[in-house]
């Protein structure tokens, strides 16, 4: 009985080190996010990432300085890289453009995969970038989000298929395009905008997503993906 107490501890030990959560309520305030390496794409600002506190709480915030339309800035996770993953944070738009998101499959500004909320235009789109050419492969408009409120952005990479949820609702699935490789995770921010984010947490090689009918185009509800807590 001793050893059988002692393998399963062994194994759930195993399995949370599979996952990974910041919450930056460790970081010091002020400076840039540890463990996380800071790029830029499209001629967009180069600084801007510091923690600063919210409430009792503190956060990843995004500082939108001036810089082009189509620009990014990514916050990318520096501990490991990933075949498998699943990755999600949450966030609020301050100002600027009012864009942000997570990067997946990311080997450089060049090369990745991107999901974005933008809630000037109330959509949120999923791209795939490949040698700096940015190709769009979903888009869901009209979704009448709180531009005041809390989002939280989800991604299943797995098994050579991608789902993307917003709210805890599934609003895209596509079919991977990009090689089976090993690949970093990281959050993302558009142009000019001005984002809080929080809760930041990577699982390695999920497999407990439910794999769900096939899409129609609207937003659909997984068994399983609730609706994110509200901490603020």
């Known amino acids: ?10 194994q759930a030990a195993g399995t949370v080190t599979d996952v990974v959560m910041r919450t930056f309520d460790d970081d010091k305030v002020g400076a840039p996010p540890a463990g996380f390496t800071l790029a830029v794409g499209r001629d967009a600002a180069s600084d801007g990432w510091t ?21 990014f800035a ?23 453009a009012r ?5 997946w499959k990311y080997q450089d500004a060049l090369n990745h995969y991107s999901a974005h909320l933008d809630l000037a235009k109330q959509e949120i789109a999923m791209y795939r970038v490949a040698n700096g050419n940015r190709i769009r492969l979903e888009r869901e408009d009209d979704l009448e989000l709180d531009p005041d409120a809390w989002h939280s952005l989800k991604i299943f990479q797995e098994r050579g298929e991608i789902r993307v949820y917003l709210g805890g609702i599934r609003v895209f699935r596509e079919r991977d395009r990009l090689p089976n490789m ?13 984002v809080m984010f929080d809760d930041f947490r990577i699982e390695d090689e ?5 794999a769900g009918p096939a899409s129609t185009g609207k937003p659909q509800a997984d068994r399983g993906v609730g609706a994110p807590a509200t901490k603020r």
């Open 74 to 96: 990514v916050a990318i996770f520096s501990g490991t890289q990933y075949r498998d993953v699943q990755v999600s944070v949450r966030f609020k738009m301050i100002g600027g």
């Open 1 to 10: 009985m001793l050893l059988l107490a002692l393998s399963m501890f062994l």
């Open 206 to 210: 999920t497999t407990d997503a439910p």
């Open 51 to 71: 923690v600063k506190r919210e409430g009792a709480a503190r956060v990843l915030w995004r500082d939108g300085r001036p810089s082009p339309a189509d620009s």
């Open 99 to 103: 864009t942000a998101g997570l990067v």
């Open 182 to 194: 090993l690949a970093s995770v990281g959050i993302w921010a558009g142009g000019d905008s001005t």
